[in-house]
């Protein structure tokens, strides 16, 4: 059945078309017209294979079928000539690609027979599946396909990598971030420590007392750490993060009218693994009333509703609309990150990875935050005796 011979395989392009042909449905020959014309209509390379015992015999194509139909009567006889059988009617002979052809060739194939798709078979015509003009451009740009994108919003822009390459704020504003969210845990820490020996006790058992209050302690502090970030600038970032990110996974032009319509939630932001492990920590401050149970109790939270708390966290505390300003940052970082996968596709290795995901800095600038503080404490004293509980309690 294969009109084109085996072409030489191209050290520039090694993939054959049985690796990319795809296993497009086919009818037998003595399907109705009617069905095979539902068949053409869902069709994604507007032509339906027929195939008899896995030997192609032919195709259902558009101009096959418009023939056929155009000679129809009108009135109640057109529904008689759907109900005839493929082939004698609408079933046209065609060429058939060798699955050995490489797909350097497959351009020249289409070209020769005017067409935007071909079937794939072998010599015998045994079907593989159907190839077009759309997979061969799908297979030319995937060595350009952008991997998966993380990201990572600052109080001064959006941080984007690949993996391989990495665009956006740098080094400085990553630092900056850790810094921040030292000294944002520290402060909650401070204020938290200082407002309890004020609050009245709670009414209750001694074990319902200390559950509930390390409880409402876990809480507070992540509502309170949360909220910061709800006021301050990384709030806005952090959702034009999630909407260029958005924008590049569903290949949405970066435009900021269309990149500000786009959700702020995003299912693999660090929020959902916050809230899941809020979740999971649920189970120490129950310890003392439930005993195991609690760890049980709070493992089918985390693992049930993790996703779900982490959600509404993304829109209602970790994101705020971002404003213009934020968004064409975003996007100007999304561009870069495009401009440079384009120049460097290959694969990051792990440490190159781990470094461009900004991990790394926000951790040495969390450290240097602890580092500043334990120095001035050392130099002046009280302040060294007033913060030690509060730092015992952060680490």
């Not at 993939?15 to 497009?24: F, K, N, S, T, V």
């Not at 319902?208 to 209050?213: A, H, I, K, L, Q």
């Not at 189970?283 to 195991?292: E, Q, R, S, V």
């Amino acid at each position: 059945m294969s009109s084109f011979a085996t072409a030489p395989r191209l050290s520039n392009a090694p993939q054959l078309l049985h690796e990319l042909a795809r296993p497009q449905p086919g009818i037998s020959p003595q399907e109705r017209v009617g069905v095979a014309a539902e068949w053409l209509r869902v069709s994604p390379y507007h032509c339906v294979p027929v195939l008899s015992g896995g030997i192609l015999v032919g195709l259902v194509t558009e101009a096959s079928l418009t023939t056929y139909l155009r000679q129809a009567p009108d009135g109640p006889e057109r529904r008689h000539w759907l109900e005839a059988p493929v082939e004698g009617t609408v079933l046209v002979p065609t060429a058939a690609l060798s699955p050995l052809l490489n797909i350097e060739s497959l351009l020249e194939a289409l070209e020769m027979e005017r067409t935007d798709a071909l079937p794939v078979a072998e010599g015998n015509g045994i079907y593989y599946g159907m190839v077009g003009r759309a997979d061969l451009v799908r297979e030319l740009l995937r060595p350009l396909a952008l991997p998966q994108v993380g990201g990572m919003a600052t109080p001064v822009g959006v941080h984007l990598s690949t993996g391989a390459v990495a665009a956006g704020v740098g080094t400085g504003a990553l630092i900056l971030t850790g810094s921040c969210f030292f000294f944002a845990q520290l402060a909650l820490l401070v204020l938290l420590n200082t407002l309890a020996p004020a609050l009245p006790s709670l009414p209750l058992p001694p074990a319902w007392r200390e559950s509930v209050g390390l409880a409402l302690t876990g809480l507070v502090t992540l509502a309170g750490f949360l909220g910061l970030i709800r006021l301050s600038p990384i709030a806005g970032f952090h959702a034009a993060e999630h909407q260029v990110v958005h924008a590049l996974e569903s290949h949405t032009p970066l435009l900021s009218n269309t990149v500000g319509c786009l959700p702020r939630v995003h299912p693999r932001c660090g929020t959902n693994l916050m809230a899941g492990s809020f979740l999971l920590g649920l189970g120490g401050a129950f310890t003392p009333l439930l005993g195991t149970l609690s760890y049980i109790f709070s493992g089918l939270l985390a693992l049930f509703f993790w996703r779900t708390v982490g959600s509404w966290l993304q829109q209602n505390l970790t994101t705020r609309p971002a404003s213009e300003a934020q968004l064409t940052q975003a996007i100007t970082a999304a561009k870069t990150l495009l401009t440079l996968h384009e120049a460097h596709p290959m694969p990051a290795s792990p440490l190159r990875r781990l470094l461009n995901s900004g991990l790394p800095q926000m951790l040495l600038g969390f450290a240097l935050g602890a580092t500043v503080l334990a120095l001035l404490g050392l130099l002046i004293p009280p302040l060294g005796d007033s913060l030690r509980p509060h730092w015992q309690a952060l680490f």
